[in-house]
């Protein structure tokens, strides 16, 4: 497996980069492209992802084509036709957010039987909003042989109290009531912007959803839906982690196409630091002297919240700026994993359940270090720039699931990384 080499110490980034279309939101579009019974659906700027290769075989398990251009970054999908209404262990076990495969299928095949996601090392990721708000719009589920099976001739609208704001319930409940009888409201509902964009393409191909974005969402079921283009959202997590990587290394880099609504919980907490952050036309520009930032404290929640997904990133972040930050923890219980890497690259922290206290601002050393998830990947890359001497990063597969060339664009900002294949490193 490759691994990341990076030689730290003086770096400083600046120049542009170019943000993908969000991997978050991309596979709930790829499920909703089973819905439609009438025409194709084409999604444009879709990243490059091995998330996206994964779901694209999950959709292709149920026998619709998935046509990928990857040189365009299109997603052609014809799911006319008879479709299957299983999608089996070998194509779920690999992401967990292929659960949001049920929702579409059982609405469109009044049966679904899908194997339930595996272990994740972020915490248990319990699906059990899901399955609720499905029972309650009528389908009988039944889970055996690690397998969930749901039924429901024709799903019924209900009212659908979320005690918490699941991502992944609230988009597999809102594709299921597209297609059911009567009115679905969904309260306590997600607000991500990957939401919204899934409730963009749910009515281009002839939905009733709105509220998006809100925490309620009123879907009024239709009798079918038909295919429609759809441009992916840029991806403001990728965008976080420019972010986070100028300021920590004294940067000056636009952030091109970044959306600072999407990112404005970040961007609040880079400000309150003392990271310059600029609204330009193309995009946004962050700029820092990482000496002169101030400690935070954050605590991550569902959007609008500080995201989770910038946990790990910011914390890198945070090990930089002099004196003691703290952040806490509260969507997944697990999450502090890459704290003990970077307790090996010099660190000193401590952590008492779902708080973590870091005293930063001390010199940082290279080591070699391990990614232990998706987010963990970067911020020991982010880390490795401002470390004395070289850190290997491996485990990369984690990287690939959610970073496309991720390292190519540290080099073109200044960084001196490398990518190296296991044997051309010895
Ligand atoms: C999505 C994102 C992930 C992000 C997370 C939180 C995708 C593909 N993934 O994951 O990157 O970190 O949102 O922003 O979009 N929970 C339950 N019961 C459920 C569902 C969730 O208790 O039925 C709990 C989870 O254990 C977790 C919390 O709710 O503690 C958040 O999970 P959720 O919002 O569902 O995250 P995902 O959709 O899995």
């Not at 990587?245 to 609040?268: C, F, Q, Y």
């Not at 630091?273 to 000496?291: F, H, P, S």
């Not at 005293?359 to 080591?367: K, R, S, T, Y």
């Not at 597969?397 to 990518?419: C, M, P, S, T």
């Amino acid at each position: 497996m490759d691994k990341i080499i990076i030689e730290g110490g003086q770096t400083r980034l600046s120049g542009e980069v170019k943000i993908e279309g969000a991997k978050n939101a991309v596979l709930p579009l790829l499920a909703a492209t089973i819905l439609p019974t009438e025409g194709k659906t084409l999604l444009r700027n879709v990243p490059i992802l091995s998330d996206v290769f994964t779901m694209n075989n999950v959709v292709r398990g149920l026998n619709i084509q998935v046509d990928f251009d990857q040189a365009k970054n299109e997603i052609l999908v014809d799911a006319r036709g008879p479709i299957l209404d299983e999608a089996p262990y070998e194509y779920v076990s690999q992401m967990r957010a292929s659960i949001v495969v049920l929702g579409p299928i059982l609405a469109r095949q009044g049966h679904a039987k899908v194997s339930m996601p595996g272990g994740c090392t972020i915490g248990s990721r319990p699906i059990d909003l899901h399955l609720k708000g499905l029972e309650l719009m009528g389908a009988e589920i039944h889970q055996e042989g690690g397998d969930i099976t749901a039924k429901a001739d024709k799903l019924k609208g209900a009212t659908i109290y979320m005690d918490f704001p699941s991502v992944g319930a609230t988009q597999n409940l809102m594709m299921a009531a597209t297609l059911a009888d009567g009115v679905t409201v969904i309260e306590n509902a997600a607000r991500e912007p990957e939401i919204v964009d899934l409730a963009i393409l749910l009515n281009k191909m002839g939905a009733d959803v709105k509220g998006a974005g809100t925490e309620t969402l009123t879907i009024t079921g239709v009798k079918e839906l038909h295919g429609a283009e759809h441009d992916v959202v840029q991806d403001r997590i990728e965008a976080g982690t420019f972010m986070v990587a100028a300021a920590m290394t004294s940067g000056n880099v636009l952030i091109k196409d970044a959306i600072w609504e999407h990112n404005r919980p970040l961007l609040a907490k880079l400000m309150e630091m003392g990271v310059k952050a600029t609204e330009e036309k193309g995009g946004i520009r962050i700029q820092a002297n990482r000496d002169q930032l101030k400690p935070v404290t954050v605590k991550t929640l569902p959007h609008p919240g500080f995201p989770t997904d910038m946990q790990a990133q910011f914390t890198a972040l945070m090990a930089v700026v002099k004196g003691e930050s703290t952040m806490i923890e509260t969507v997944f219980e697990n999450r502090f994993q890459h704290l003990e890497e970077m307790r090996r690259m010099g660190l000193h922290l401590e952590i008492l359940r779902e708080t973590a206290l870091i005293h930063g601002g001390q010199q940082l050393q290279g080591a070699p270090v391990m990614s232990t998830d998706l987010r963990a990947s970067a911020a020991l890359i982010l880390t490795g720039m401002v470390a004395e001497g070289k850190t290997v990063v491996s485990k990369l597969n984690h990287l690939d699931r959610g970073y496309y060339q991720f390292h190519e664009k540290l080099k073109a900002l200044g960084a001196k990384i490398e990518r190296v294949s296991e044997d051309s490193h010895g």
